[in-house]
């Protein structure tokens, strides 16, 4: 097998993905949030659900964007992504680690700013060591390919952590922003989360691409793993 590394570009682009992202996602946890809040199994449920479905619909666009500059990414042209489905379960699976640690490190009296650090910084290093297992073991990975080409998207140990120790600081900055529908009801409530959502993610996104840019000698790197 033929190992290569790629640098992951968090372009301005990035900014409207995770507007996108949390614009979808926030909404959704505000207004179920009445139902599961008392049950940490529904919340982490939840959680799993809103950010599958919501990264699934994500991922339809973005594909197409991915498939047109494939050469530019990959070194040639792609006309396949296999394992969308696995991306959902993944950020699905995040999502509700991510759940889970906030709802213990609030009983413990934590801010806002230092649970959405932990959370994120857990969450993110979790799913990825269970992507990387999965890759290792059953070859459940992310594939890209043409008729000739097909290329496994694996991740190592130390971008991991730099990926755990970025989303740590995305997530510092966007769970106070979008927990401001918290004392709304009703209709404020949903029109608060959507625009959280949008200022949360439009900044978090800002961090990430500034951070990255800041640190431009130090890049996150994923392996391209070609098999045939």
């Not at 682009?13 to 599961?36: K, M, Q, R």
């Amino acid at each position: 097998m033929i190992k290569n590394e790629v640098n992951v570009n968090f372009s301005w682009t990035t900014i409207l993905f995770f507007i996108g992202l949390e614009t979808l996602t926030v909404p959704l946890v505000a207004l179920s949030n009445n139902i599961v809040i008392h049950n940490i199994i529904f919340m982490a449920v939840m959680g799993f659900l809103v950010a599958f479905i919501c990264i699934l619909i994500i991922l339809q666009i973005v594909k197409k964007i991915i498939l047109a500059s494939s050469i530019k990414v990959f070194g040639f042209q792609a006309t396949k992504i296999n394992g969308v489905w696995l991306i959902g379960v993944l950020a699905g699976i995040l999502e509700m680690i991510m759940f889970i640690v906030q709802d213990i490190f609030f009983k413990f009296g934590w801010d806002d700013y230092r649970v959405g650090f932990i959370s994120a910084f857990c969450s993110v290093g979790v799913t990825l060591i269970i992507y990387k297992l999965g890759v290792f073991f059953w070859n459940l990975a992310i594939k890209v390919s043409d008729e000739n080409t097909t290329l496994i998207l694996d991740v190592s140990v130390s971008n991991i952590i730099k990926l755990s120790v970025l989303f740590g600081f995305y997530e510092f900055i966007v769970c106070p922003i979008t927990g401001w529908w918290i004392p709304y009801q009703d209709t404020q409530r949903l029109m608060m989360a959507i625009f959280s959502g949008i200022v949360g993610g439009g900044i978090g996104g800002l961090l990430v691409v500034a951070l990255t840019r800041i640190f431009e000698n130090y890049p996150v790197k994923f392996i391209l793993v070609k098999v045939n």
